[in-house]
């Protein structure tokens, strides 16, 4: 296939790249070329802004559309004089009010998170207008990603803790529940899409598995061949200033995009090959949000 992936320089968009260039796809990229190129794809220079002046008239097969963040951003591409046959959008699960019931599932109504706040209103305009104008779309709503290539300071933080053989802080009790998705299962079922096309149109996409915080930070340490001494922290402290996630339970229904794809990769051998990359690649993460400076001026 020829495929026009947007972005392709950092972490989700990068991998997809790699993922689809290695089996064998005829690949583009469109980024405003600020960051090195990956090699074995075609790359367009250009603002989304102004894409216009490169893509119309451009066919392609498929446009695996990640970094499109609002309504503009879909618009932009869609009147841009591009041809294609599929279109894949990666939205998020920030659409779903935090206060629906959990596991959030395709389903349930869509509005402001206030967790997310213009994020998740922003993606679900994306959305909107994508649906209206190309009903045969895809619409992927993915937690939390994770793997090779991350640039947020997420796993990397408890990585740098474990390395430095720090004890964790931990919000409460260690109780609160997240959800992950690798991004090499996120490609695998782009490739399934394109290949089976599904009546359904708007998936979740996440592993099964939902883990503890607690669970989480142990898998990370173990990944360094540590184990964390966990300190609970009480939540009278503001929890983003010590730990690298809101204080939220976030989880979904993934059952429909389970049985397409299958089994997805396990989360402590996603962890370990995410480990394993980042050491080598230390400068990956763009920017480390001081979580340790406040522990030690303030939790120590």
């Keep these: 296939?020829?495929?026009?992936?947007?972005?392709?320089?950092?972490?989700?968009?990068?991998?997809?790249?790699?993922?689809?260039?290695?089996?064998?796809?005829?690949?583009?990229?469109?980024?405003?070329?600020?960051?090195?190129?990956?090699?074995?794809?075609?790359?367009?220079?250009c603002d989304r802004a102004e894409c216009d002046k490169?893509?119309?008239?451009?066919?392609?097969?498929?446009?695996?559309?990640?970094?499109?963040?609002?309504?503009?951003?879909?618009?932009?591409?869609?009147?841009?004089?591009?041809?294609?046959?599929?279109?894949?959008?990666?939205?998020s699960s920030a659409v779903y009010p935090e206060i629906n019931l959990q596991?959030?599932?395709?389903?349930?109504?869509?509005?402001?998170?206030?967790?997310?706040?213009?994020?998740?209103?922003?993606?679900?305009?994306?959305?909107?207008?994508?649906?209206?104008?190309?009903?045969?779309?895809?619409i992927l709503r993915p937690p939390y990603f994770y793997g090779k290539y991350e640039n947020v300071y997420r796993e990397a933080f408890p990585f740098d803790c474990a390395d430095s053989d720090?004890?964790?802080?931990?919000?409460?009790?260690?109780?609160?529940?997240?959800?992950?998705?690798?991004?090499?299962?996120?490609?695998?079922?782009?490739?399934?899409?394109?290949?089976?096309?599904?009546?359904?149109?708007?998936?979740?996409?996440?592993?099964?598995?939902?883990?503890?915080?607690?669970?989480?930070?142990?898998m990370c340490y173990e990944t360094a061949g540590k184990k964390p001494v966990l300190i609970s922290v009480d939540k009278s402290v503001p929890q983003r200033e010590y730990f690298c996630f809101h204080d939220y339970d976030y989880y979904l229904d993934v059952s429909d995009f389970c049985q397409l794809v299958g089994n997805t990769v396990p989360l402590q051998n996603g962890l370990r090959e995410e480990y394993e990359w980042y050491k080598n690649n230390p400068d990956s993460v763009y920017f480390k949000r001081p979580y340790i400076d406040y522990i030690d001026k303030n939790l120590r």
Aim: charged content about 20%.
């Design 1 to 45: 296939m020829k495929i026009l992936i947007t972005g392709g320089t950092t972490f989700v968009s990068k991998f997809t790249a790699e993922y689809f260039s290695a089996a064998g796809h005829d690949v583009y990229v469109m980024n405003r070329g600020s960051r090195p190129q990956i090699g074995g794809v075609h790359h367009i220079c």
């Design 54 to 91: 490169v893509l119309s008239g451009l066919s392609f097969d498929a446009v695996l559309d990640i970094t499109a963040y609002t309504g503009d951003h879909v618009s932009q591409l869609l009147d841009s004089g591009v041809k294609f046959d599929d279109y894949i959008l990666i939205s």
């Design 103 to 138: 596991p959030f599932t395709e389903d349930q109504k869509c509005g402001r998170n206030s967790i997310w706040g213009d994020y998740g209103t922003n993606k679900l305009d994306a959305e909107r207008i994508l649906t209206k104008r190309v009903p045969s779309a895809y």
């Design 166 to 218: 720090r004890p964790f802080y931990i919000p409460g009790n260690g109780s609160m529940k997240m959800q992950f998705l690798n991004v090499s299962d996120l490609c695998r079922f782009m490739d399934i899409l394109l290949k089976t096309h599904p009546e359904q149109h708007i998936f979740n996409v996440g592993s099964k598995e939902t883990v503890t915080i607690s669970q989480w930070v142990t």
